[in-house]
């Protein structure tokens, strides 16, 4: 609330005829007036003016003719505060106004943490579905050299007639199943790549990111990490929410409260033959005018503000609903997820045995075909068991990493965590 400076300035040529000779005022006027102003928080207005006029008489005007002067100079200083002691008593409208604002701002910035939180989880899950294709490329193409060795000892074998050339066959067309297979995955990853691409704003490049460690974690949460369902974004924005709607519905509240002004203006002036006099007899002289007003305005209704109080507790009241079926879905959101991630961990436990021993199943088997005391099918399906099996565990390990960030994006913590990863 500043100051504000005002001036106002008028010239008047008045040789206008007059009926009766006593109402003749032809003279030329000139009028100043400057002065300052200022509202208060508290719901005080002050104002100080002062008004200069100076009259310069033609000869046939009535006072001239009566034996006054020919110039007149008036100069005039007027106080004047104003204080709301009724519905903005003593400023409680402006001081709740300062609150919404502040609020409002807590809310622009509860807002942005909860949309900068949802990117960073989107961000995050897209970023683990580039790393886990980039580790499914890389066992399809573990795979399709195996199988390219393969094809190489059987076509040797087939020669030496050790072999059917159906054998032959049967390993080549899985060659080439490999190689489609691989295909897909880098189609997927090209999809992946683009999206993680948009998010970033800057195209992100294959080499910049590296498959999963199979046997790593990379979001530092385990089992026994807990958290509190009141950090979550959306709880905070839905409380700063309604905040901004309780201070709105106090300040609708004050609006019943009549208005009731208390006022007092102080005025002093002198009219003089010259300048000089006039300011120092206004400024110093014992003239003056004193007032104290009381200006009461009270509505016999108040119907807008009624619909607008009712608006608003319908507003509060349906965002306080909101806010605790937020809460109860976040708690139940908390339960399921860890619910997930127990039988996860379990299962990546489990994963990791098999992963070895299909390995081993694998080796067995192409041992056996050499020596031939079993057939091509067999080994070819112990290949695919073993392939399913590492695919099915990174498939686990990828989706364990999303659940604990979806943990830390439910407690209000997700960027926190991501800054502190390597």
Same mark, same amino acid.
């Not at 903005?88 to 300062?98: D, P, Q, S, T, Y």
């Not at 110093?284 to 807008?304: A, M």
């Given at each position: 609330?500043?100051?504000?400076? &005002? ?8 040789? *206008? ?31 100080y ?7 310069? *008489? ?15 100079? @008036? ?25 919404? *604002? ?20 989107? &961000? ?10 980039k ?16 094809v ?62 199979? &046997?790593?974690?990379?979001?530092p ?10 950090? /979550? ?43 000089a ?8 002289g014992?003239?003056?005018e004193?007032?104290?007003?009381? /200006? ?25 609903? @909101? ?14 997820? &860890? ?12 994963g ?18 050499g020596?031939? *005391? ?21 498939? /686990? ?26």
């Amino acid at each position: 609330m500043p100051w504000s400076f &005002f001036y106002r300035g008028a010239i008047t040529e008045n040789k *206008r005829d007059y009926l009766i000779e006593y109402l003749n005022y032809n003279a030329e006027y000139y009028i100043n007036e400057l002065g300052i102003e200022k509202e208060f928080i508290f719901g005080g207005k002050f104002k100080y003016r002062i008004l200069s006029s100076n009259q310069y *008489r033609y000869e046939n005007n009535a006072a001239v003719t009566a034996g006054e002067p020919a110039q007149v100079y @008036e100069l005039l200083q007027n106080f004047n505060f104003i204080q709301d002691v009724g519905h903005n008593f003593f400023g409680r409208e402006l001081f709740k106004e300062v609150e919404i *604002r502040e609020k409002d701002k807590l809310n622009s910035e509860s807002s942005y943490d909860l949309e900068l939180e949802s990117k960073i989880l989107e &961000f995050f899950k897209t970023y683990i579905d580039v790393r886990l294709l980039k580790s499914i490329v890389v066992i399809e193409n573990n795979a399709l050299n195996r199988s390219k060795a393969r094809v190489k000892a059987i076509t040797k074998m087939v020669k030496d007639g050790l072999r059917l050339k159906v054998d032959l066959l049967e390993a080549k067309f899985r060659q080439i199943e490999y190689e489609e297979n691989k295909k897909r995955v880098l189609v997927s990853l090209g999809t992946a790549l683009e999206n993680l691409s948009n998010l970033l704003h800057r195209e992100v490049k294959e080499f910049e990111l590296e498959p999963l460690p199979p &046997f790593e974690k990379i979001f530092p949460y385990t089992l026994k990490t807990r958290g509190e369902i009141l950090g /979550n974004k959306n709880i905070k924005n839905l409380a700063t929410q309604a905040e901004v709607l309780q201070a709105n519905l106090e300040k609708i509240n004050y609006g019943f409260f009549p208005t009731l002004n208390i006022e007092a203006d102080y005025l002093s002036n002198a009219i003089e033959p010259t300048r000089a006099s006039a300011l120092k007899k206004a400024f110093f002289g014992t003239g003056y005018e004193l007032k104290g007003i009381i /200006n009461l305005n009270w509505p016999l209704g108040y119907p807008e503000k009624e619909t607008d109080r009712i608006r608003s507790r319908i507003d509060l009241n349906i965002l306080q609903v @909101e806010k605790n079926a937020t809460l109860n879905n976040l708690k139940n959101s908390e339960k399921y997820i &860890f619910f997930r991630l127990k039988n996860l961990e379990d299962a990546l436990e489990m994963g990791k045995r098999r992963w070895e021993l299909s390995k081993e199943v694998v080796k067995d088997y192409n041992r056996l075909y050499g020596l031939g *005391r079993t057939g091509i099918l067999e080994s070819l399906t112990a290949e695919e068991n073993r392939i399913f099996t590492e695919r099915s565990y990174m498939l /686990n390990l990828a989706e364990r990493e999303k659940l604990y960030a979806s943990l830390a994006y439910l407690w209000g913590r997700l960027k926190d965590t991501i800054l502190t990863l390597k």
